[in-house]
C-alpha cells in the first residue's frame, strides 16, 4: 500500500520560509494519472487545501495563499516538496501530503507533521 | 471561513442512520460531480470515504454513502457503530486555478 511520509522542522520562526519535503516510497510522482499535493489543519479546525504539482512540473495554489506558495519535485528521489513563505503564527498547523486523483480524490495521506511558528 | 458549508455537529444512536450536508455553488459542488468525503479520528490523518459523489473505495463499509443534489452534496452513514464517531470533511473540485476546496467539517457523535 502507497505511503507518503512528510518531513522537515517542526518549528519556524516568524517571517520565515517553512519547508517541507513529501517522500514517496514505493510509488511514483512520476505517473500521469496523479497530482501530489499538501493540506494543512490548524489546531482545532477544519482542512485547507494549499497547492498541488503534476508529474510535469506544472504548479496549483490555493488562491489565498498563492502569493507565498512554491511546489516543486524531484522524480530522481521521488520526493515532493513545499515552501511557504513569509509565515505568521497563522500558519501554525499539522501538514498533510497527500496523493490527489484527478477528481478531488485525496488518497492517501501522509502522517501529518506539526509546524508552529513561533519566536 | 471555509468554502463548503458543513453543520459543525450531527449525532445519533447505534444503529440509526445519520445524514451530514454540504453545500457549496455553481462554481464547486454543483457544478461538477468531484465531491469527496473524509472520515478524522481525533490526532488521525483524514481517511478517504467517499468519491465522485457516490463511490466507495475499497474496505470502506456499505453503510457510508453519498449523494448529491443541486450545489448541495450529502453524506449518510447508515447502521451507526461507535467506531464511526469522528470528523467528517467534504471537499470538491473548484476549477483548474482551485482543485480542492473543503468544508469547515462535522462532529458526528454516536450518542
Known amino acids: 500500500q502507497l505511503q507518503l511520509q512528510e518531513s522537515g522542522p517542526g518549528l519556524v520562526k516568524p517571517s520565515e520560509t517553512l519547508s517541507l519535503t513529501c517522500t514517496v516510497p514505493?510509488?511514483?510522482?512520476?505517473?500521469?494519472?496523479?497530482?501530489w499535493g499538501w493540506i494543512r489543519q490548524s489546531p482545532g479546525k477544519g482542512l485547507e487545501w494549499i497547492g498541488s504539482?503534476?508529474?510535469?512540473?506544472?504548479?496549483y495554489y490555493n488562491p489565498s495563499l498563492k502569493s507565498r506558495v512554491t511546489m516543486s519535485g524531484d522524480t530522481s528521489k521521488n520526493q515532493f516538496s513545499l515552501k511557504l513563505s513569509s509565515v505568521t503564527a497563522a500558519d501554525t498547523a499539522v501538514y498533510y501530503c497527500?496523493?490527489?486523483?484527478?477528481?478531488?480524490?485525496?488518497?492517501?495521506w501522509g502522517q501529518g507533521t506539526l509546524v508552529t511558528v513561533s519566536s | 471561513q471555509s468554502a463548503l458549508t458543513q453543520p459543525p455537529s450531527a449525532s445519533g444512536s447505534p444503529g440509526q442512520s445519520v445524514t451530514i450536508s454540504c453545500t457549496g455553488t455553481?462554481?464547486?459542488?454543483?457544478?461538477?460531480?468531484?465531491v469527496s468525503w473524509y472520515q478524522q479520528h481525533p490526532g488521525k490523518a483524514p481517511k478517504l470515504m467517499i468519491y465522485?459523489?457516490?463511490k466507495r473505495p475499497s474496505g470502506v463499509p456499505d453503510r457510508f454513502s453519498g449523494s448529491k443534489s443541486g450545489n448541495t452534496a450529502s453524506l449518510t452513514v447508515s447502521g451507526l457503530q461507535a467506531e464511526d464517531e469522528a470528523d467528517y470533511y467534504c471537499?470538491?473540485?473548484?476549477?483548474?486555478?482551485?482543485?480542492?476546496?473543503f468544508g469547515g467539517g462535522t462532529k458526528l457523535t454516536v450518542l
Open positions: 514505493g510509488g511514483s510522482i512520476s505517473s500521469r494519472s496523479y497530482y
Open positions: 465522485e459523489v457516490t
Open positions: 471537499s470538491s473540485y473548484a476549477g483548474s486555478n482551485n482543485l480542492g476546496v
Open positions: 497527500v496523493r490527489q486523483g484527478w477528481t478531488n480524490r485525496f488518497d492517501p
Open positions: 455553481s462554481s464547486d459542488v454543483g457544478g461538477y460531480n468531484y
Open positions: 504539482i503534476y508529474y510535469s512540473g506544472s504548479t
